[in-house]
């Protein structure tokens, strides 16, 4: 019996298995031990970033401290990877303020729910690995753009400047800054700048304890000793809960959740490509594989559960992970620990959380937006061919000056009408009969066995050789390159051995052809044809129209049967 191809195989696989079910059958005192390394210190290292994160997307810190506590854990507990570690980022940093300045926080809770849901229909298709091949300079593209306006939001906490509430826009919000520059506070921007050499220069001193901790634990303390006048997270926000909020059912409307489908659908491309990004990543450095399906069911599960306790929209985060597995984390129980280490610390500190000062989280950020730009593949990026840099600086420059949503879809769309571009240009039909120049040196004739070259084309027969993907970008070339009408042929073999994909404008081009041959009692033939266009013409009826006697693999059964018919005219 034949062997099962692989791709039927992974198809056969369960569309949900969490890794924590499978790691767990083998799990042993050494894999508890660095889980709970890795989980405590990425515990801690997630404190900072959930509040920075929070505020940044324009809601309160305890808000990013529940997501990260509570998405956190679900994702762990339900996700594809052995050891993914989940909660709010930099990514939806701008996504989420649009949301709230639009709909307010009412409207970011149903607009995660929906985006939960989504990962999970995501998911449940099977649109894990398809959602991998999102192309770089898009993803590249979009990072960039959110790095530059986290950036940009922090200007004010970093500088101290007394503006009042900023403008939503990127070049309103640079005027007010240039407009208040004169209100910067000395104190703030000495303690910012301190912050980041801090988080710079600490790894110098103790790679155990993480520099934005170690930044965030002498500022904090050099405030409170001497009584600094700078804005702290009490003084603006009032006090943090030390524990997890009660979960309330939110307000759900159909006007609503029409309103919030788009930005809902944003939402969840970004955390699908976020989380399988991470995922992929972490991946390469623990020598694994996750399951890219079940890891949008767990991203879907954790972002319709978070909302009801007042989080914000969670994925997966790459500095995290990496974090995790570089201190042992090896299996999803690392990323259980680090939502109960992160509950624990709010449950027993919560309440000095409210003197942190905010221009240590300005700091913070300032440096996530420095490694989230990744100006090194920015400016490599900048020399790959033209209209990749197109999608690249139209996906960047719409991300800052536009709306993320609007710049993710354009670059989508862009990036879909490239690749049929480039298709096009890779897709040739020729005509072998009049172009006998398929193959012109002996080494090339030894290569190719099946070429039309070297064989003796019976007289009444033209062939035509198609190269590339038949589908709707190049149906106008085969029908004007296959135009028979001025000289037409007693028999035509269309030999199809380089072309492996054919989709329905595709079939239909076929069918005019065939229409055609039948109209100047012509006979249609074809060589060499591969497996998914022999299925496409078979669902389609076409083959029947042309005959399964008409069909071959081999180009010279096909040349005997066109010589065979042509005879007989």
């Not at 930044?215 to 997890?244: C, K, M, N, Q, Y």
Request: glycine share 8%; charged share 15%.
């Amino acid at each position: 019996m034949d062997s099962v191809p692989p791709s039927v195989v992974k198809s056969r696989q369960p569309v949900f298995l969490p890794k924590l079910i499978s790691t767990l059958k083998s799990y042993s005192p050494k894999d508890f031990w660095g889980d709970l390394s890795g989980g405590v210190i990425v515990g801690i290292v997630a404190l900072p970033l959930a509040i920075a994160f929070a505020i940044a997307s324009g809601v309160t810190p305890d808000r990013g401290l529940t997501t990260a506590i509570v998405a956190g854990l679900l994702i762990s507990v339900f996700g594809g990877s052995r050891v993914q570690i989940g909660g709010p980022t930099g990514a939806f940093v701008v996504i989420v303020y649009n949301i709230v300045e639009k709909y307010g926080v009412d409207g970011l809770i149903i607009c995660t729910i929906m985006a939960g849901v989504m990962l999970i229909l995501m998911g449940v298709a099977r649109l894990g690995a398809i959602l991998k091949f999102i192309p770089y300079p898009l993803t590249v593209g979009f990072t960039a753009g959110i790095a530059v306006v986290i950036f940009s939001s922090q200007v004010k906490d970093f500088l101290g400047l007394q503006t009042g509430a900023v403008p939503a826009d990127f070049l309103e919000k640079w005027a007010v800054y240039f407009r208040d520059i004169h209100t910067a506070s000395l104190p703030t921007v000495t303690l910012s700048l301190l912050s980041l050499l801090i988080i710079i220069a600490w790894p110098r001193v103790s790679r155990r304890i993480p520099g934005p901790i170690a930044a965030l634990l002498i500022v904090t303390a050099i405030v409170s000793l001497f009584h600094i006048p700078v804005e702290t997270i009490g003084t603006r926000f009032g006090s943090i809960p030390s524990g997890l909020p009660r979960p309330v059912l939110p307000h759900i409307t159909l006007a609503g959740v029409k309103m919030l489908v788009a930005p809902a659908l944003t939402v969840a491309l970004l955390g699908a490509i976020e989380s399988l990004l991470s995922a992929t990543v972490a991946d390469g450095m623990i020598e694994s594989k996750h399951r890219s399906n079940t890891e949008l069911i767990g991203q879907g599960i954790a972002n319709i559960v978070t909302p009801f306790f007042g989080g914000i929209p969670a994925t997966g985060a790459i500095a995290r992970t990496a974090t995790n597995v570089k201190n042992g984390g090896r299996t999803p129980v690392a990323g259980i620990i680090h939502a109960l280490t992160l509950l624990g610390i709010v449950m027993v500190f919560g309440r000095w959380a409210t003197a942190i000062p905010l221009c240590v989280l300005a700091a913070i950020l300032v440096i996530v937006s420095y490694h989230m730009s990744e100006w090194h593949a920015f400016k490599s990026l900048l020399r790959a061919p033209r209209m990749d840099v197109a999608v690249l600086l139209v996906v960047f420059f719409l991300t800052v000056f536009v709306d993320l949503t609007v710049a993710v879809e354009v670059g989508i769309l862009m990036s879909a009408v490239l690749f049929m571009k480039r298709m096009t240009d890779v897709t040739v039909i020729r005509d072998i009969t009049s172009d006998m120049e398929e193959a012109v040196d002996e080494e090339t004739l030894r290569e190719t066995p099946d070429a039309v070259s070297l064989r003796k084309i019976p007289d009444g027969v033209n062939v035509y050789e198609a190269e590339g993907a038949l589908f709707f970008g190049v149906a106008e070339l085969i029908r004007d390159t296959m135009d028979i009408g001025k000289n037409p042929p007693k028999a035509l073999v269309l030999q199809t051995r380089h072309a492996l994909a054919l989709d329905a404008t595709g079939l239909m081009a076929l069918a005019d052809l065939k229409k055609q041959c039948d109209r100047y009692r012509t006979h249609l033939i074809i060589s060499g044809i591969h497996a998914q266009p022999l299925i496409a013409m078979e669902r389609s009826g076409l083959l029947y129209k042309i005959g399964e006697d008409n069909v071959f693999k081999s180009i010279d059964d096909a040349l005997a049967r066109a010589g065979a018919l042509a005879g007989r005219e």
